[in-house]
């Protein structure tokens, strides 16, 4: 049971990085996609 839980956990924590890396990689295109679109002239949004 033990080793069980332990496996458990191990599990949680790989989950927990991978959706650290991808919360990270969200963040760094939204930057990007937020710069290119303020060099672009971009209006989307703004009346």
């Known amino acids: ?7 458990m956990r191990h ?3 790989v ?4 959706i650290a890396s991808l919360e990270q990689q969200v963040a760094e295109l939204t930057a990007h996609v ?3 679109a ?3 002239g971009s209006t989307r949004g703004k009346r």
């Open 1 to 7: 049971m033990e080793a069980l839980l332990i496996e």
């Open 11 to 13: 599990e949680q924590d």
């Open 15 to 18: 989950k927990l990085k991978r």
């Open 34 to 36: 937020r710069a290119t």
């Open 38 to 40: 303020n060099r672009h």
